[in-house]
T-cell receptor, first 113, second 114 residues
Framework: AQSVAQPEDQVKVAEGNPLTVKCTYS??????LFWYVQYPNRGLQFLLK??????LVKGSYGFEAEFNKSQTSFHLKKPSALVSDSALYFCAVRDPNDYKLSFGAGTTVTVRA | EPEVTQTPSHQVTQMGQEVILRCVPISNHLYFYWYRQILGQKVEFLVSFYNNEISEKSEIFDDQFSVERPDGSNFTLKIRSTKLEDSAMYFCASSAGGGSEKLFFGSGTQLSVL
């Protein structure tokens, strides 16, 4: 069975400071890992994914994530957060043999001006 | 960017009534999904659909639920006899492929069962 944990319900940072949203996963085999963002009253929007290769993946809006196999983590990062980054962030994992994408509980990011 | 569209945005129904939630996936996509999000909880997988049949479903997707792609463009989720606990935001998604392909999500239908 595949699962995702996002240990923090909320993350608050000041604008211009680095932002990290944590994610750990559990899956048999090599995982496909994703980050999605949800703004109020909107659907989930894709940010980035890790399939294979370079452990550091870059995505939309200046976000990046680092895959760490030994720690089974896939933390989302942004070097300099913006107020507009305030949203709900979801980590997700997919076993390559499955159709479903399993989501974490989500982390609410608040960036204060 | 292409979009997945869902209608209605809000649906209110009485317990025991049937509801149909509608989705128009991205036109060249082959894989279709329904997810739901109960207020304050995580996004939960319901069902995936490929090649005109269910490819995977969760334990939530019991006999009260069904999906259909009636005309090659729409993708519907039917709940036959709604329960209070079916109240949630329902998201439709589609992808061009399986595996590593990203999912595109609609804006959701907020279902309220009274």
């Amino acid at each position: 069975a595949q699962s995702v944990a996002q240990p923090e319900d909320q993350v608050k940072v000041a604008e211009g400071n680095p932002l990290t949203v944590k994610c750990t996963y559990s899956v048999s085999g090599n995982p496909y890992l994703f980050w999605y963002v949800q703004y109020p009253n909107r659907g989930l929007q894709f940010l980035l994914k890790y399939i294979t290769g370079d452990n550091l993946v870059k995505g939309s809006y200046g976000f990046e994530a680092e895959f760490n196999k030994s720690q089974t983590s896939f933390h989302l990062k942004k070097p300099s957060a913006l107020v507009s980054d305030s949203a709900l962030y979801f980590c997700a994992v997919r076993d390559p043999n499955d159709y479903k994408l399993s989501f974490g509980a989500g982390t609410t990011v608040t960036v204060r001006a | 960017e292409p979009e997945v569209t869902q209608t209605p945005s809000h649906q209110v129904t009485q317990m025991g009534q049937e509801v149909i939630l509608r989705c128009v996936p991205i036109s060249n996509h082959l894989y279709f999904y329904w997810y739901r999000q109960i207020l304050g909880q995580k996004v939960e997988f319901l069902v995936s659909f490929y090649n005109n049949e269910i490819s995977e479903k969760s334990e939530i997707f019991d006999d009260q639920f069904s999906v259909e792609r009636p005309d090659g463009s729409n993708f519907t989720l039917k709940i036959r006899s709604t329960k209070l606990e079916d109240s949630a935001m329902y998201f439709c998604a589609s992808s061009a492929g399986g595996g590593s392909e990203k999912l595109f999500f609609g804006s959701g239908t907020q279902l309220s069962v009274l």
